[in-house]
């Protein structure tokens, strides 16, 4: 209890900007301090990894930013996060897709700079893309969570968020395809290495598109 007061006191809450609409909430975030969270209810060019679109309808998803220190394992520790605080039977695919009974119902995007991290979740909750899932669960009370959730993990050990992750993943112990510009790799992903790098069939595969065959 005299724990919590000290925290209470000694950490300045985080600033919480809610816009209605944004570009992505990354680009408002970008010039925010370390521990600002960005909401919006709608993005005009919301985007994703390898340079794909995010799409969604006015509130009909979260769709957050958080400044945070660097870490070299935050996308990893941002997909533990998400899927704790959605629940539910929510899993990782590699490298940090959110996936809800086979279909994606969330991503993390993370934009560093030396100094911080842009880390962006969006999740779907009442409007999902064609094939993909939702989450039907309050934007409010799933922030709340994710707010925890990605404190507790973005400066959890490298070790435990490691250890959570391969708990969490759907990927590991399936043969995959890992699309990479131009070339594939097919083959089965082992394990994770330790900056969340996965190994298929021996090999570390840091970036690309994961398909689960
Ligand atoms: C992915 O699956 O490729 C990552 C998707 C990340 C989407 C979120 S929505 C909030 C934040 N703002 C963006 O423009 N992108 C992230």
């Known amino acids: 209890m005299l ?4 925290r209470r006191v000694g950490q300045p809450s985080p600033k ?30 919301g985007r994703g990894r390898l340079d794909r679109t995010w799409e ?17 394992i935050l996308s990893l520790a ?10 539910g039977g929510v899993r990782l695919k590699w ?27 969006g999740i779907n909750l009442t ?11 309050g934007r409010n009370q799933l922030l709340e969570k994710l707010r925890i959730e990605v404190n507790r993990w973005a400066s959890a050990p490298a070790d435990d968020v490691l250890a959570r992750w391969r708990e969490l993943s759907d990927t590991l112990g399936r ?9 594939a790799i097919e083959g089965t992903a082992e394990d994770i290495g330790p900056l969340g790098e996965l190994i298929v069939d021996g090999r570390p595969v840091t970036y690309g598109s994961v398909i689960h065959l």
């Open 3 to 6: 724990l919590l007061a000290y």
């Open 95 to 121: 490298p940090n897709d959110l996936l809800l009974g086979g279909g994606k119902v969330g991503g993390v995007l993370v934009e560093a700079t030396p100094d911080k991290a842009v880390c962006g979740i």
């Open 175 to 183: 043969r995959v395809r890992v699309e990479q510009s131009g070339t």
């Open 16 to 45: 919480v900007v809610r816009r209605k609409s944004v570009s992505s909430t990354q680009d408002v975030a970008r010039a925010l301090p370390i521990g600002s969270i960005v909401v919006a209810d709608h993005q005009t060019a």
């Open 56 to 72: 969604s309808p006015p509130r009909t998803a979260l769709l957050v930013s958080f400044v945070l220190p660097p870490n070299p």
């Open 127 to 137: 409007w999902a893309p064609r094939g993909a899932a939702r989450l039907n669960q």
């Open 78 to 87: 941002a997909g533990v996060a998400a899927a704790e605080a959605c629940g």
